[in-house]
Protein backbone atom coordinates (compact mmCIF):
# COMPACT_ATOMS: atom_id res chain seq x y z
CA UNK A 1 0.00 0.00 0.00
CA UNK A 2 1.12 3.31 -0.59
CA UNK A 3 2.45 5.69 2.53
CA UNK A 4 0.18 8.24 3.59
CA UNK A 5 1.66 11.89 3.60
CA UNK A 6 0.08 14.06 6.35
CA UNK A 7 0.24 17.97 6.77
CA UNK A 8 -0.91 20.25 9.86
CA UNK A 9 -1.91 23.52 8.96
CA UNK A 10 -3.58 26.54 10.95
CA UNK A 11 -6.56 28.80 9.63
CA UNK A 12 -6.90 32.58 10.04
CA UNK A 13 -10.22 31.69 11.97
CA UNK A 14 -7.67 29.36 14.36
CA UNK A 15 -9.06 25.79 13.12
CA UNK A 16 -5.99 23.27 13.09
CA UNK A 17 -6.41 20.76 10.35
CA UNK A 18 -4.40 17.88 9.41
CA UNK A 19 -4.78 16.73 5.96
CA UNK A 20 -3.72 13.41 5.25
CA UNK A 21 -2.53 11.84 1.55
CA UNK A 22 -2.65 8.68 -0.02
CA UNK A 23 -2.38 7.53 -3.56
CA UNK A 24 -5.00 4.88 -4.83
CA UNK A 25 -4.21 2.09 -6.99
CA UNK A 26 -5.70 3.40 -10.01
CA UNK A 27 -3.13 6.49 -9.16
CA UNK A 28 -5.59 8.53 -7.90
CA UNK A 29 -5.62 10.58 -4.71
CA UNK A 30 -7.58 9.99 -1.49
CA UNK A 31 -7.52 13.41 0.86
CA UNK A 32 -8.61 13.40 4.32
CA UNK A 33 -9.00 16.48 6.50
CA UNK A 34 -9.63 16.35 10.10
CA UNK A 35 -10.39 18.85 12.78
CA UNK A 36 -7.50 18.90 15.37
CA UNK A 37 -8.31 21.79 17.30
CA UNK A 38 -9.17 20.07 20.14
CA UNK A 39 -5.96 18.33 19.94
CA UNK A 40 -4.10 21.37 19.78
CA UNK A 41 -5.38 23.23 22.30
CA UNK A 42 -4.65 20.62 24.57
CA UNK A 43 -0.92 20.43 23.49
CA UNK A 44 -0.58 23.96 24.08
CA UNK A 45 -2.76 24.05 27.48
CA UNK A 46 -0.03 21.27 28.43
CA UNK A 47 3.25 23.06 27.05
CA UNK A 48 1.96 25.87 28.92
CA UNK A 49 1.36 24.41 32.13
CA UNK A 50 4.87 22.98 31.97
CA UNK A 51 6.58 26.34 31.19
CA UNK A 52 4.35 27.52 34.31
CA UNK A 53 5.45 24.96 36.48
CA UNK A 54 9.33 25.49 35.44
CA UNK A 55 8.49 29.17 35.81
CA UNK A 56 7.39 28.84 38.99
CA UNK A 57 10.21 26.11 40.34
CA UNK A 58 13.04 28.70 39.24
CA UNK A 59 11.54 31.62 41.05
CA UNK A 60 10.79 29.66 44.23
CA UNK A 61 14.63 28.68 43.77
CA UNK A 62 15.72 32.21 43.02
CA UNK A 63 14.02 33.90 46.03
CA UNK A 64 15.57 30.93 48.17
CA UNK A 65 18.86 32.20 47.29
CA UNK A 66 21.16 33.97 50.05
CA UNK A 67 22.52 35.71 46.58
CA UNK A 68 20.90 38.07 45.10
CA UNK A 69 20.65 37.50 41.34
CA UNK A 70 19.91 39.24 38.02
CA UNK A 71 19.56 38.18 34.45
CA UNK A 72 20.48 41.07 32.08
CA UNK A 73 19.90 40.25 28.15
CA UNK A 74 21.80 40.96 25.38
CA UNK A 75 20.28 44.56 25.12
CA UNK A 76 21.06 45.50 28.58
CA UNK A 77 17.43 44.91 29.93
CA UNK A 78 16.75 43.03 32.74
CA UNK A 79 14.84 40.22 32.41
CA UNK A 80 14.70 38.39 35.63
CA UNK A 81 16.03 38.92 39.75
CA UNK A 82 15.01 38.10 43.22
CA UNK A 83 13.90 39.83 46.25
CA UNK A 84 17.36 39.92 47.35
CA UNK A 85 18.82 41.61 44.50
CA UNK A 86 15.93 44.02 45.23
CA UNK A 87 16.98 44.34 49.16
CA UNK A 88 20.30 44.93 47.96
CA UNK A 89 19.51 47.88 45.81
CA UNK A 90 17.25 49.59 47.93
CA UNK A 91 14.31 49.06 45.55
CA UNK A 92 10.10 47.85 45.61
CA UNK A 93 9.18 45.68 43.24
CA UNK A 94 7.19 48.34 41.98
CA UNK A 95 10.43 50.19 41.38
CA UNK A 96 11.68 47.42 38.60
CA UNK A 97 9.98 46.05 35.92
CA UNK A 98 11.14 43.32 33.04
CA UNK A 99 13.35 45.25 29.93
CA UNK A 100 14.69 48.12 32.45
CA UNK A 101 18.19 49.06 31.48
CA UNK A 102 20.19 47.70 34.00
CA UNK A 103 22.73 50.61 33.98
CA UNK A 104 19.60 52.98 34.80
CA UNK A 105 18.46 50.91 36.97
CA UNK A 106 22.08 50.24 38.85
CA UNK A 107 22.50 54.03 39.21
CA UNK A 108 19.35 54.78 40.91
CA UNK A 109 20.02 52.56 43.53
CA UNK A 110 22.27 51.23 46.68
CA UNK A 111 24.22 49.12 43.49
CA UNK A 112 25.55 52.70 42.29
CA UNK A 113 28.91 51.56 43.06
CA UNK A 114 28.29 48.03 41.08
CA UNK A 115 30.57 47.71 37.48
CA UNK A 116 28.19 48.82 34.87
CA UNK A 117 28.13 47.05 31.54
CA UNK A 118 29.42 46.14 29.18
CA UNK A 119 32.63 44.84 31.60
CA UNK A 120 34.10 42.40 29.35
CA UNK A 121 37.54 44.08 29.98
CA UNK A 122 36.75 42.81 33.58
CA UNK A 123 36.20 39.33 32.56
CA UNK A 124 38.37 36.22 31.46
CA UNK A 125 39.05 33.63 28.62
CA UNK A 126 35.54 32.14 30.18
CA UNK A 127 33.36 34.88 30.10
CA UNK A 128 33.78 35.02 34.15
CA UNK A 129 34.82 37.76 36.42
CA UNK A 130 34.42 38.73 40.04
CA UNK A 131 35.02 41.99 42.44
CA UNK A 132 34.23 43.33 45.93
CA UNK A 133 32.21 46.23 45.78
CA UNK A 134 31.76 48.19 49.16
CA UNK A 135 28.27 49.88 49.20
CA UNK A 136 27.97 53.36 50.80
CA UNK A 137 25.80 51.69 53.72
CA UNK A 138 28.94 49.79 54.68
CA UNK A 139 27.93 46.41 53.43
CA UNK A 140 30.70 44.44 51.07
CA UNK A 141 29.48 42.59 48.23
CA UNK A 142 31.16 40.00 46.11
CA UNK A 143 30.11 40.23 43.01
CA UNK A 144 30.01 37.81 40.29
CA UNK A 145 29.33 37.82 36.36
CA UNK A 146 28.80 35.78 34.24
CA UNK A 147 28.75 35.86 30.12
CA UNK A 148 25.64 33.52 28.66
CA UNK A 149 25.55 31.87 25.29
CA UNK A 150 22.91 34.49 24.64
CA UNK A 151 25.17 37.47 24.67
CA UNK A 152 23.67 39.16 28.01
CA UNK A 153 24.89 38.72 31.73
CA UNK A 154 24.13 37.18 34.83
CA UNK A 155 24.84 38.76 38.09
CA UNK A 156 25.32 37.28 41.33
CA UNK A 157 25.59 39.64 44.72
CA UNK A 158 26.70 37.62 47.65
CA UNK A 159 27.13 39.61 51.33
CA UNK A 160 30.64 39.02 52.12
CA UNK A 161 30.67 41.93 55.15
CA UNK A 162 31.47 39.84 57.78
CA UNK A 163 34.04 37.49 55.78
CA UNK A 164 36.05 41.13 55.05
CA UNK A 165 35.79 42.53 58.51
CA UNK A 166 37.56 39.14 59.47
CA UNK A 167 39.99 39.28 56.88
CA UNK A 168 40.76 43.43 57.73
CA UNK A 169 40.94 42.29 61.35
CA UNK A 170 43.46 39.09 60.62
CA UNK A 171 45.55 41.78 58.78
CA UNK A 172 45.91 44.66 61.19
CA UNK A 173 46.88 41.80 63.69
CA UNK A 174 49.63 40.75 61.00
CA UNK A 175 50.64 43.97 60.65
CA UNK A 176 51.05 44.45 64.64
CA UNK A 177 52.67 41.04 64.44
CA UNK A 178 55.23 42.23 62.20
CA UNK A 179 55.36 45.72 63.81
CA UNK A 180 56.99 44.10 67.00
CA UNK A 181 58.53 41.08 65.68
CA UNK A 182 60.48 43.44 63.11
CA UNK A 183 61.76 45.04 66.13
CA UNK A 184 63.41 42.60 68.13
CA UNK A 185 67.12 41.38 67.92
CA UNK A 186 65.88 37.86 67.87
CA UNK A 187 65.33 35.77 64.81
CA UNK A 188 62.05 34.68 64.61
CA UNK A 189 60.52 32.09 61.94
CA UNK A 190 57.51 30.08 61.44
CA UNK A 191 57.76 26.54 59.71
CA UNK A 192 54.45 24.31 58.42
CA UNK A 193 54.87 20.47 58.08
CA UNK A 194 56.23 20.62 54.85
CA UNK A 195 59.44 21.85 56.22
CA UNK A 196 58.76 25.50 54.37
CA UNK A 197 59.24 28.77 55.97
CA UNK A 198 55.71 30.67 56.78
CA UNK A 199 56.76 33.81 58.17
CA UNK A 200 60.53 35.50 59.08
CA UNK A 201 61.21 38.61 61.02
CA UNK A 202 63.68 41.05 59.84
CA UNK A 203 66.09 40.22 61.78
CA UNK A 204 66.37 36.69 60.45
CA UNK A 205 66.15 38.12 57.08
CA UNK A 206 69.37 40.01 58.23
CA UNK A 207 71.07 36.94 59.89
CA UNK A 208 71.01 34.83 56.46
CA UNK A 209 71.31 37.71 53.93
CA UNK A 210 67.96 37.04 51.91
CA UNK A 211 65.15 39.38 51.37
CA UNK A 212 61.34 37.66 52.77
CA UNK A 213 60.49 36.64 49.47
CA UNK A 214 63.81 34.44 49.25
CA UNK A 215 62.59 32.70 51.73
CA UNK A 216 58.63 32.25 52.65
CA UNK A 217 57.62 29.09 50.90
CA UNK A 218 61.40 28.02 50.48
CA UNK A 219 62.10 24.43 52.08
CA UNK A 220 64.58 24.72 55.58
CA UNK A 221 66.79 22.77 53.27
CA UNK A 222 67.30 25.32 50.63
CA UNK A 223 67.47 28.58 53.02
CA UNK A 224 70.05 26.92 55.71
CA UNK A 225 71.95 25.03 53.85
CA UNK A 226 72.25 20.86 53.26
CA UNK A 227 74.52 20.68 56.31
CA UNK A 228 73.09 22.87 58.69
CA UNK A 229 69.81 21.52 57.99
CA UNK A 230 71.27 18.14 58.28
CA UNK A 231 72.44 19.29 61.64
CA UNK A 232 69.09 20.66 62.52
CA UNK A 233 66.92 17.60 61.69
CA UNK A 234 67.16 15.67 65.18
CA UNK A 235 65.91 18.92 67.02
CA UNK A 236 62.95 19.64 63.96
CA UNK A 237 61.62 15.86 64.69
CA UNK A 238 61.71 16.06 68.61
CA UNK A 239 59.31 18.89 67.99
CA UNK A 240 57.08 17.56 65.13
CA UNK A 241 56.49 15.14 67.68
CA UNK A 242 55.31 17.93 69.95
CA UNK A 243 58.35 18.46 72.05
CA UNK A 244 59.64 22.04 72.64
CA UNK A 245 62.76 21.85 72.24
CA UNK A 246 65.62 24.51 73.38
CA UNK A 247 69.52 23.52 72.11
CA UNK A 248 72.73 25.70 71.29
CA UNK A 249 74.19 25.08 67.68
CA UNK A 250 77.08 26.46 65.52
CA UNK A 251 76.24 28.06 62.26
CA UNK A 252 78.70 28.60 59.27
CA UNK A 253 77.30 31.54 57.61
CA UNK A 254 77.89 32.03 53.87
CA UNK A 255 80.83 34.35 54.48
CA UNK A 256 82.30 31.60 55.91
CA UNK A 257 82.10 32.67 59.71
CA UNK A 258 80.73 30.88 62.58
CA UNK A 259 78.05 32.02 64.84
CA UNK A 260 76.68 30.10 67.76
CA UNK A 261 73.23 30.63 68.68
CA UNK A 262 70.51 29.41 71.56
CA UNK A 263 67.08 27.86 69.57
CA UNK A 264 64.00 27.19 70.60
CA UNK A 265 61.43 25.34 68.93
CA UNK A 266 57.85 25.62 70.21
CA UNK A 267 55.80 23.03 68.36
CA UNK A 268 52.17 24.39 66.67
CA UNK A 269 48.93 22.14 67.46
CA UNK A 270 45.74 22.36 65.86
CA UNK A 271 42.74 21.83 67.14
CA UNK A 272 43.10 17.79 67.00
CA UNK A 273 46.56 18.54 68.96
CA UNK A 274 47.96 17.63 65.37
CA UNK A 275 51.68 19.16 64.91
CA UNK A 276 51.37 21.17 62.43
CA UNK A 277 54.50 22.98 62.16
CA UNK A 278 56.82 24.87 64.62
Not at 66 to 80: G, H, K, P, R, W
Not at 103 to 118: K, T
Request: glycine residues 4%; aromatic residues 8%; charged residues 25%.
Amino acid sequence: PESITQTIFKLKDGTWIQMSERKTAENGLVVVYTDITNIKKTEELRYQTAMAEQAQLLKSTLENMTEAVALINENNELETWNQQFLEFAGLKEADVKRGVKYNQLLANSALREVPALPMNECLNDDGFGETEVVLESGIVLLFKSHLIPSGGMLNTFTDITERSHHQRALQESEQRIRLITDAMPALISYVNKDMCYEFVNREFEKWYHRSRSEIISHHLRNVLGEQTFSNLQIYIERAMLGQSVNFEVETTMDNGNSRISNKTYIPHFDQERNVVGF
